[in-house]
Structure formats: C-alpha cells, structure tokens
C-alpha cells in the first residue's frame, strides 16, 4: 500500500526543514497566491472538499496546495511525473494540516500509478492535474466516484488535448477547467516559464555555453517560441523545425532557420522538442547527428526523441553527468540525452521548473477555478441556477474555458501587485466599441 512521503524518507524532520524553507522562498514570491490566502482563510471557499491533485510536487505547487487546504479543503496529492518531485518539499507539504503527500522522486510505474490511486482513495470532490493522469484513472477505475466530482482543472497543453479527446468521444462525465489555455497561464507559463527554465536546466545540468551554438527547437507553439526566443537571447543560432505550415511562416519571419528535422539533425549542437507529439527525433536523425550533441525534451511525455530507438542503435552508454545519459555510437559519436528524454526543466536533478512568479500566475488560475467550481455547485444546489454537472454544478461535463473575468481577476491582482497601473476604457470608449453604427 502506498504510504505518504513522511514514511519512507530516513530523515524526514531535515527534510520537512528543507522543503519549508524552499516553500517559504517561493511564497514571498508569489503575490496572486499570497493575496488569494487572505480570502480563502476568512471565507473557508473550499470548506468539506476533497481536492485530488497530481502535478509535479515542488515549492510553487506545495504552495497552491496549501492555499486550497487554508480554503477549507482537504488535499491530497501525489507527482505527474516520475522525476520532477522534491522528495523536501513532498515531506514539508505532507506536513501542512490538511494536506497527504504521496508524491515521491524517482519511483517506478508501478508505484507512480499506486500513489496515483491513494490520492483517489481519498474520493476527491475536485481534481487538480497536469496531464491528465488522475481523470483518466478515475473515469477508467473509480467511475462511482463522479457523482460527487465538483469538477475539475486541467495544467497542462497535452492535458487538455487528451482531455478534448475524452470530450469529443462522449466520455467525460465531469466538467473541466481547461486552465492551460485561458491568457494568464499559456502566454506566460508556456512562452517565458518553458523558455527560461528549459534554458536554465539544460546550462545547469551540462555546465555548457550557449554562445555560439545551434539550437534546434522542435515545434514552434507557445513553449517552442519562449525556448527559441531565449535561446537567440543567449547568441545561439536557432533552428526550428515545424509541420504547422503557420507556425513554420512565423517561425521564418522572426528570423529564424526552418528546416525538417532530417537537416537540421545535420547541424544542431543541442536539439529540444517541444512539440506534445511522438516520435519527433527518431532513428534517421540520430544517424546524422555529429559527436557530442545534447537531446533534450521539454513536452510533457517522453516520447518526443525516440530513446528505444537511441538505445538499439548504441553500442554503449554511460552516466555522462547528473541527469545526463551518453549513447555511445558504433563510429564511436556520442548523443547525450538529458534526464531520461522527461521535461528537462522538471526532471533534471538540479531542475527548479519555472521561475516563480510564473507559477504564481498559472496556479492563481488553479485557484480561482477550483473555487468557482466549487461555488458553482453551491449556486446550483441552492436553486439560484440550473445545475447541468454533477452536484448540481452550472457546467456541464465537458471542456470549458476559464472564464474570461477570473482570467482578468489574477491579471489584476498581479498588476496591483507589481505596481504597474493601466488605463480603463473611458464611456464614450465603450460605446464606441461596442457600436457598429460608427463609419468614416
Ligand atoms: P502548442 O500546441 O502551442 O505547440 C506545439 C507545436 O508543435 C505546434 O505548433 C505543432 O504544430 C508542433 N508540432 C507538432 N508535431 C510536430 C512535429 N512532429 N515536428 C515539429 N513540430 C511539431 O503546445 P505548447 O503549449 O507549446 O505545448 C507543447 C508541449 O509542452 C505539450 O506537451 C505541453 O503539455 C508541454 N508543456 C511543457 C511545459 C514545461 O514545463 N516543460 C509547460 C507547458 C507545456
């Protein structure tokens, strides 16, 4: 049986100091979650709910999941990831009232599914993810479950596909907050936090320069365009290489090499795929490839670069570095692949994932859209509107957008806190946009 994280480390009082401490440094840090607390501890929003969640346990998330248990809740938790837990952070976490921590760096499949169903052994009235996995198990193995499912909030791009999918075949029985893709979360976590943590990770882990280099970035959607953009900031040249005929024009009209990936296998240093896609280096690129290049992903899955593939054709391999794997070739090349083909900017050993004030933004939607969900089922139960979802709630089960004015709430708290004002639209403004009657 799974047990929580504080069972199975040797130390487990250093290590909750540890992980209180990066949680108090990613707190200070963190003005839209800091500023939700007020509330949620006055109001208790979340009061008697369950909220499951499986994301990748370090400070930011730990942070989110004691605001939703100072909300009311009781949470429990458990890694989307095999290795992009903080085992500190998962013991300080386990060790907050209300919260269970299941999450644990390193595990295998087996015990990543088996925390997977202790967090659902709790009977989770909303479900927080990052990629699906805990929808999925529900819906598969505890469909008793959906009853009593408030709804749901998706992280993650591949998340909300998978999740569209599941929509699209009829087969989602609860609604689900599709957080990855409202404003506030996609053009910043996607663009600047994949961007800079992607690049930080990657330097970190080889201690390599990037002047100089060429970096082929696989997939130019909203993460592709942040790693490109920095990667070109940091004087690499960049290569991108795409099968969206608009996205490979953007791409090309920022200035950048677009290519297939069969020549650009030719001539990058350090290639990193980011497109939520398969097989997107495979076999006949790792052919081309000159000695010593870097392979890194940074999509959700690790399924991007063809490491079965990678492996067959290797004579040899070896632990060139923490986190990095050397395949060596029968000429003797050698293609190093950085933390196990998984998202480098988590999954390496000394991987932060995003800066924090990204986190900030994209888990202040996490948290407005648990309540509202929460909220809504209120509403409805009290017959102030119709319930369409489960418990009554007014959405239905299905995809749905955040809504556009909880959106705008975070970006007002951040901008408030960062002292930036902005202009409001004026009356006259109003009207006119709103008018169609205005012509030359
Ligand atoms: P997106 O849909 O905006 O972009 C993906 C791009 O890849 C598209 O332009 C698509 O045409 C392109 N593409 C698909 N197959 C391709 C192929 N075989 N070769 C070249 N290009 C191809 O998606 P977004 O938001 O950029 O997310 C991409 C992945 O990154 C997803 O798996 C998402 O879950 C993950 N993600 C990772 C984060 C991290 O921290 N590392 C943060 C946010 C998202």
């Keep these: 049986m799974t047990e929580p994280i504080t069972a199975t ?141 408030v709804g749901g909030a998706e992280e993650t791009t591949t998340g909300v596909h998978r ?27 996607n663009v600047h936090g994949t961007g800079e943590s992607t690049l930080a990770s990657i330097a970190m882990t080889t201690n390599l320069s990037w002047a100089g280099k060429t970096v082929v970035v696989a997939g130019y959607g909203h993460c592709g365009k942040g790693v490109a953009k920095k990667a070109a900031g940091q004087n690499a040249d960049v290569v991108v290489t795409e099968v969206e005929p608009r996205r490979a024009l ?70 060139a570095r923490d986190g990095v794997r050397a395949y060596e070739m029968a000429d003797g090349r050698r293609l190093n692949v950085l933390a196990e083909g998984r998202l480098v900017n988590l999954a390496t050993p000394v991987a932060l994932g ?14 407005v859209v648990v309540r509202e969900l929460v909220e809504s089922a209120a509403r409805g139960s009290a017959g102030q509107s119709g319930g369409r979802g489960p418990r009554d709630s007014e959405y239905a089960a299905g995809v749905h957008e955040v809504p556009d004015e909880l959106d705008r709430e975070v970006a007002e708290t951040k901008l408030a806190a960062e002292g930036v004002a902005f202009d409001g639209l004026t009356d006259a403004q109003r009207e006119y946009m709103d008018s169609w009657q205005h012509g030359t």
């Design 9 to 149: 480390l040797d130390d487990p009082e250093t290590a909750r100091e540890e992980g209180r401490r990066k949680m108090d440094w990613a707190r200070q840090h963190m003005p839209i979650l800091d500023s939700l607390w007020t509330d949620f501890e006055r109001d208790r929003p979340l009061a008697g709910e369950t909220v499951g969640m499986a994301m990748h346990v370090e400070a930011k998330t730990a942070i989110l999941a004691e605001l939703l248990a100072a909300g009311g809740a009781e949470v429990a938790i458990t890694g989307c990831n095999p290795l992009s837990t903080h085992d500190d952070v998962s013991a300080a976490l386990d060790a907050v009232d209300g919260v269970t921590s299941y999450a644990e760096r390193g595990v295998d499949d087996e015990a990543y599914y088996a925390a997977i169903e202790a967090v659902i052994a709790h009977e989770p009235s909303v479900t927080v993810d990052d990629g699906m996995d805990l929808v999925a198990a529900i819906h598969e193995d505890h469909p008793e479950l959906v009853d009593g499912i």
């Design 163 to 189: 999740l569209r999918a599941m929509d699209d075949d009829g087969e989602l029985e609860y609604p689900i907050f599709a957080v990855n893709d409202t404003p506030m979360k996609r053009l910043f976590d």
């Design 250 to 319: 953007e791409a090309h009209m920022e200035g950048y090499d677009v290519m297939p990936m069969a020549e650009a296998a030719e001539v990058g240093d350090v290639f990193i795929t980011t497109t939520g896609n398969r097989d997107v280096i495979v076999a006949e690129h790792f052919e081309r490839m000159d000695d010593g290049v870097l392979l890194a992903n940074a999509g959700h899955f690790d399924i991007e670069v063809d490491l079965d593939a990678l492996s067959e054709l290797a004579v040899d391999t070896s632990e």
């Design 354 to 367: 995003h800066p924090v004030e990204v986190m900030d933004q994209s888990f202040g939607i996490q948290a």
